[in-house]
Each structure stands twice: as C-alpha cells, then as structure tokens.
C-alpha cells in the first residue's frame, strides 16, 4: 500500500508541477501579446499587407505567385524574371504581361516559387501563377469589373492561362510494355 500511495504523491507533484508551468506559459503568453500591441503603433493601412496568392500545378511542376502592391517588380526564385533560363520559352512567361499591358503590371510587385518538373512544365507553371495572381489581386484590391476585364482577356487569348490541365499520365499496367500496349502473343 505504501508503494501505491508514493505513486499518487509522485502523481500528484507532477500534476501540481504541469498545473504551474501552464500558468506560467499563460503569463508569458499574456506579456508577449501585449508587448506587441503596445509596440505596433504604425497606421491600420499599413499594418494589412496588400497581398493575393495564387498557387498552380503544371504535371509535377508547382509554382505559387505573391502579389502585393509595389512597384512593378516580378521575381521567379528571387531572381528578375528577365532571367529566364530558357531562351526559346522566355516569351511564355512574358504572355500574361503582354496580353494585359505592362500598365496593369506596374503598380504591383509579384514573387513566383517554381519547384519540380522539368523546364517546360516550369514555365507553363509559371505563366499560370503569374495571369492567376493578378486576376486575384484586381479581384481583391482594386475592383471586380477591371477582374472580370483582366479574366476576358486571358481566357479569349488562352484558357490554360486560368484554368488547370488537368491530364495526368496513366499508369502501367500489367500484361503490357506501358498503360495500353500489350505484349505481342502468338496463336500458333
């Protein structure tokens, strides 16, 4: 019995010791917070960042656009997107901005992420994020009928600006050499 009852008060010492820590994590907590409104005195318009997102898929290529009011600057993985890699594709990732007028573009700054896939793919990736992003900006930020203009006229140059491809390589099966070929056989 004596065993037991040292369990219960090791039991109950730990308890009472999480019980303490909890409080103290709460007083921290409490002190933090208000150390961070008691710091933050910039005006309410600049304490909300501008900013609109826009993830897309192309294949096994992601690439997700930040936009955010600026000065017309565009990045692709911290680099300016006049440093495209390839050259041949390079005009790719110009359409969104030449379809709409760099005029569109010039008060708003815009980071992509590209990762996976291989060159081609990158880029349509991309191209997609860039056209989505600003659409979703001018629909947040600006107004609905300058969105609804931006949409028209990517959807009329190239639907696939907006609207994800959504083929998708089909898997092997067996019985065959790929997904639908199928090993020769012999009748005789």
Known sequence: MSSDSKSVQCYGRKASLFWQ????????????????????TRPHDTLEQHSAA???????????A????GKGLIRLNGSPIELVE?????????EPILRVGSDKF???????????????????AVRQALAKAIVAYYQKYVDEASKNELKQIFLQY???????????????????????????????
Request: with cysteine; net charge positive.
């Open 21 to 40: 820590r909890k409080d103290e994590r709460q007083e921290r907590q409490e002190q933090f917070e208000g150390s961070l409104k008691a710091r933050d």
């Open 54 to 64: 826009a993830p897309f898929w192309t294949k096994t290529a992601t690439a997700v």
């Open 158 to 188: 190239d639907r696939t600006l907006l609207v994800a491809d959504p083929r998708r390589c089909e898997p092997k099966k067996f019985g065959g050499a790929g997904a639908r070929a199928r090993y020769q056989k012999s009748y005789r």
């Open 66 to 69: 930040h936009c955010k009011a």
């Open 86 to 94: 390839p050259d041949v594709l390079k005009f790719k990732v110009y």
């Open 106 to 124: 010039a008060n708003v700054d815009i980071r992509i992420r590209v990762k996976g896939g291989g060159h081609t793919s990158q880029i349509y």
